[in-house]
């Protein structure tokens, strides 16, 4: 039987995101593109600890990539990285069809939302895509819900819109890094799932960046 996406090679290699064979060659060079592969598929797997042990390098001309992030950012802000890095993840697990370049985009579209704030001239600056819109605005609201919370209380140390840029300069950073370039991929959300496997231990520590 002949390969259903080439319609050449033999079919060899079942893919549980077509339920059916497919070669091995369309296998390699679909998967993530044109296929939408399930996260636990042996293959997709196997391609993802090849990547592991040839760690992708951020492109030249990455956006925001002449920003400085303070080297002990993830010790002052780690409760902040926690949260938002929770609230992508969260996200994305009740939207089964997100993927690492609708989070990179929402990330990136943040990150310059707050340079402009830093600068004192307010200018949002939306990404393109559904998804990625969404999640921008789910991150927005969770950041402005918690600095009115901080401002009802006196004793709470006031959250700046420069540390909110640094976190998310790092996270925008770390997915280009976790993520292989592939349209459909879905790594850099895996990832941050990995990073929060009990939910209701992760609503504690966004109690604690609001309350400290």
Excluded at 19 to 35: D, H, Y
Excluded at 162 to 190: H, K, Q
């Amino acid at each position: 039987m002949s390969c259903p996406i080439c319609g050449k090679r033999k079919a060899n290699r079942f893919c549980p995101a077509k339920g059916e064979k497919i070669c091995a060659v369309c296998c390699a060079t679909e998967r993530e593109i044109t296929i939408d592969c399930p996260v636990d598929c042996s293959y997709l797997l196997a391609a993802h600890r090849y990547e592991d042990e040839h760690q992708r390098q951020i492109p030249g001309d990455t956006p925001l990539l002449d920003v400085n992030v303070p080297g002990d950012l993830l010790h002052t802000h780690q409760q902040l990285m926690g949260v938002l890095a929770y609230s992508v993840a969260r996200f994305c697990s009740s939207h089964a069809g997100a993927t690492d370049p609708d989070v990179l985009s929402a990330l990136q579209a943040l990150a310059e939302t707050y340079k402009t704030l830093t600068s004192g001239i307010y200018y949002e600056k939306r990404p393109a895509g559904l998804l990625a819109g969404e999640l921008y605005a789910a991150v927005s609201t969770l950041m402005n819900e918690i600095k009115q919370k901080q401002a009802e209380q006196a004793n709470s140390a006031a959250l700046k819109d420069a540390d909110i840029f640094y976190v998310l300069i790092f996270l925008y950073r770390m997915g280009l890094l976790r993520t292989n370039g592939r349209p459909r991929s879905r790594r850099y959300i895996e990832f941050l799932r990995g990073q929060f496997p009990q939910s209701q231990q992760l609503k504690r520590e966004e109690s604690r960046i609001i309350v400290p």
